[in-house]
C-alpha cells in the first residue's frame, strides 16, 4: 500500500469518525428532548388530575351541606379543617399549602414529582388579582416541579360559586 492510499485511509476513517459523532450527538439530543416531554407531559397530568380532584368538591366548608347566600357567610380562613387530610378532602379551600411527592409511588418510576397548591379568593374583575375579601371567586393554582424536569408547571383554574333558586 503506497503512501497515497494510505493517506486516503486515514481521511476516510476521519470522515467516518466525524459522521459517527455527529449521528450520537443527535440521538443524544433526541433522548433528552424526549425525556423532558415525557416528564413535561406527566407533570401536566398530575397538575390537571389535582385540579380536576378539587374543582370536584364543594365551593366552601359552609356549602358543603347548605347553600349559602352572602359572601360574609364564607370561610375566612382557606385551609383543611381539623381532621380533614387529603384525599378525603369536602371543599376546593383544603387544597390550600397541600403539598404531595410521588417520591414513594410506584406508578411514577421516571422521575419524582413535588406538587404545591395555593388556594385564594380573586378578584371578579380580574382573576389574575388575589381580593384581601372574600368573594365568589377562588382561583385554584397548583405547582409541579421535579429534579429531572428544567421548567417548573403551573397550572390554574378559576371557580366560582353559584346557586339557583
Known amino acids: 500500500m503506497g503512501t497515497g492510499q494510505m493517506m486516503i485511509t ?3 476513517m476521519m470522515l467516518l469518525s466525524t459522521i459517527l459523532l ?3 450527538a443527535t440521538f443524544l439530543s433526541t ?4 425525556y423532558e416531554t415525557k416528564y413535561d407531559v406527566l407533570a401536566v397530568s398530575l397538575g390537571t388530575s389535582i385540579i380536576e380532584n378539587a374543582t ?3 365551593f366552601d366548608e359552609a356549602t358543603v351541606v ?3 347566600s352572602s359572601v360574609t357567610d364564607l370561610s375566612l380562613i382557606l385551609r383543611a379543617e381539623t381532621g380533614e387530610v387529603y ?3 369536602d371543599d376546593i379551600d383544603d387544597f390550600n399549602n397541600y403539598t404531595m411527592t410521588t417520591a414513594n409511588d410506584t406508578t411514577f418510576l421516571s422521575a419524582v414529582f413535588d406538587v404545591g397548591c395555593q388556594v385564594n379568593y380573586v378578584n371578579q374583575n380580574n382573576p389574575q388579582q388575589i381580593s384581601s375579601s372574600r368573594t365568589w371567586h377562588k382561583r385554584i393554582d397548583v405547582r409541579v416541579t421535579s429534579p429531572s424536569m428544567q421548567d417548573t408547571i403551573r397550572l390554574s383554574s378559576v371557580v366560582s360559586y353559584w346557586y339557583f333558586r
Not at 433522548?31 to 424526549?34: C, D, H, I, K, Q
Open 22 to 24: 455527529r449521528i450520537n
Open 66 to 68: 347548605n347553600p349559602v
Open 31 to 34: 433522548s433528552t428532548a424526549l
Open 10 to 12: 486515514i481521511a476516510a
Open 87 to 89: 384525599p378525603n378532602f
Open 56 to 58: 370536584s368538591k364543594a
